[in-house]
Each structure stands twice: as C-alpha cells, then as structure tokens.
C-alpha cells in the first residue's frame, strides 16, 4: 500500500513513517526544500515536495496513494492566528486536494486529547462528549477535526480516522527532554502539588496506531484516543525520569503564579526573538487542568491496537536514546 505521511520530519510523524516503512508499505512523505531530514535517515522513503499551507503543492504529492496520514501541525506557535492557519487551514488544504485520488481508502488524521479537552472527574470523557478545548492549539486541532467529519461525511468520501493522542514521548522528542535534563542536574519542579494526571503513550505504540488506522481501509470513520493503559501524576512522571536517568532530583513544589511568570517572561522572548516559544500561558493553563486522561478502549475494540510499553520502560528507552545521541 503506497501512504503519504505529512510531519514525517517531526516527533510522531517520523515515527510513523518508519512503522509504516517496517510493516512494508511505500511510504511517501511531504516535505519542504528546507525540511530536516535526519529523522528519516535509514527510512526507506519517497520524497514529495510540498507544504500543507500551499495548495498547489498538494494534488502532486496525493496522487497515487492509498491512504494518508496526516501528522503535519504546530505544537508552538506565535500566536493563535498560526495555530489555526496550519492545524485547521493546512488541513483544509489537503483535504481539498484528495479530489484527484481514486485510489485513497483511508484518511488518517493525527489530533491531540487537547481538542476534546480535559476531563472534570478523572475518569476519561466519552468520544462523543462536546469538545472543551482550553487553549488555541487545542481549539485549532479541534477544527481540524471538524473538516475532516465534513469531508468523511461525503457520500464520495472514503473513511477517516482521527486519533487523540494524550502526552507522546520517546526518543527524537524535545518537548519532554527539559525534564530529563533537569533530573539529570537533580532538579524536579512541580506544578502545586504534584497530583495532576495524565495519560501518557510511548510513541512507538502511538505510530503503530496510526499505522494500523491507514491500513484499515474498509472500517468505518472513528475517533479514538491512545494510551498506555494507567493514568499518571506528575509526580509519577518525574519518578519514572529520575529512574531513567539514575538520579534522585529535589523535588520544588511550585505556585501556579510562578509558572505563569515563567511564561510570561518566555512570550515576551519569543515576541522580541519573533519566534515561537514552547513554555507560554496556553501551556500553564493546560498544566493546570486536574485531569487530562483518556481510554484506548475503543481502538482496542476496533482495529486490535494495544499498547506495549509501559511508562518505566519508555522513560528508560527514551533516556537511553538522549544519551545515544548526546541529547543528554
């Protein structure tokens, strides 16, 4: 099956790429000129020039495929105008493009648990429970997801697949490494009290999900989350990369006014620097939410996904590979 892969150069997507890769198929991944291609180095891949925000760059890349799956987006950006242009605009654009495609059996859209928002009691919130996105990356996910049930529900359309994912992790990550960083110097911060919780996915298992979504060409459109199978506080989380990079960090319990100083002080760099900053009041606000947490029950049911690593394991390998790497 020939799939085309947008955001193969980042995190997730480089990761899906290779699943797919491994499991056989011809894979095919958009890229600009200027893309960093040395997360697909030893991934045997089809290169497609393009951009997700240039329409006329699209139809040539799609021609073809069987299936896509679509990873492109900003997970930090200047301001909530850019979140939108690229989550939602970018896959407007896309889908706009499939016109072409007699071939394509299944659309693949990567989201984020941030578009269906956080849970008010701990227990994960049904898929089909109203979105309550809480920051503007979470709200332009969330129309991103609102185009592709439009276009799925085109009695021409093939099926779509949108898979939530809650907090991804693993080697080639840098929006996590900050906390292996700050193990390794024996330092811990934590949000209030450390009680938050999560649900976390390894992103081997998560690519692995996206993978077996693009080859399901015959089931019908679904949404789903993903997820390692425990939910976890924060405190959990610094255990488990305090295991993995073998030292015991000073735990600094911390306000919630001094995180939004933090941010603060991080936008304002990042307006001055004219670029885009990770840390910012959008990511206190989610870091503030008691409860981000979510089921795999459904995907379980479906395609037979499961997940295969576990939090410790996955803190090991990731710090393994930071240290491979000299990230670490």
């Avoid at 850019?82 to 495609?101: P, R």
Wanted: contains cysteine; neutral net charge; aromatic residues 8%.
């Amino acid at each position: 099956m020939r799939v085309l892969v947008t955001g193969a150069t980042g995190f997730l997507g480089s990761h899906i790429a290779e699943q797919l890769a491994h499991q056989g198929h011809s894979v095919r991944v958009l890229l600009r000129r200027t893309s960093d291609r040395s997360f697909l180095r030893g991934i045997d891949v089809e290169e497609a020039l393009g951009d997700v925000t240039q329409p006329d760059t699209l139809p040539a890349a799609v021609d073809g495929v069987e299936a896509i799956v679509h990873a492109a987006g900003l997970v930090k950006a200047r301001s909530a105008e850019e979140f939108e242009a690229v989550n939602a605009g970018g896959t407007a654009n896309l889908l706009s493009a499939l016109g072409q495609t007699p071939r394509l059996r299944r659309f693949v859209l990567i989201s984020s648990l941030a578009a269906h928002g956080p849970s008010e009691d701990g227990r994960p919130r049904p898929l089909d429970a109203s979105p309550t996105p809480v920051t503007a990356y979470g709200r332009s996910k969330l129309k991103a997801e609102q185009f592709v049930r439009s276009w799925a529900g085109d009695p021409d359309s093939v099926g779509a697949t949108i898979i939530r994912p809650p907090v991804v992790y693993g080697p080639r990550d840098r929006q996590l490494l900050t906390f292996f960083q700050l193990a390794r110097w024996r330092l811990a911060p934590l949000l209030g009290d450390g009680a938050n919780s999560v649900s976390c996915v390894y992103v081997e298992d998560a690519a692995r999900a996206a993978a077996i979504a693009a080859a399901a060409g015959d089931a019908p459109s679904a949404t789903y989350t993903v997820d390692d199978g425990s939910v976890y506080t924060w405190r959990d989380l610094l255990a488990a990369v305090e295991q993995a990079v073998g030292r015991k960090a000073l735990r600094i319990p911390s306000p919630p006014w001094a995180y939004a100083a933090a941010a603060f002080v991080s936008e304002t760099y990042g307006r001055l620097r004219r670029q885009a900053v990770s840390f910012t009041g959008d990511k206190v606000i989610e870091m503030r939410q008691r409860y981000w947490v979510c089921s795999h029950d459904e995907i379980s049911r479906d395609l037979g996904w499961q997940p295969q690593v576990d939090l410790a394991q996955g803190a090991a390998l990731t710090a393994a590979w930071y240290r491979q790497h000299r990230w670490l």
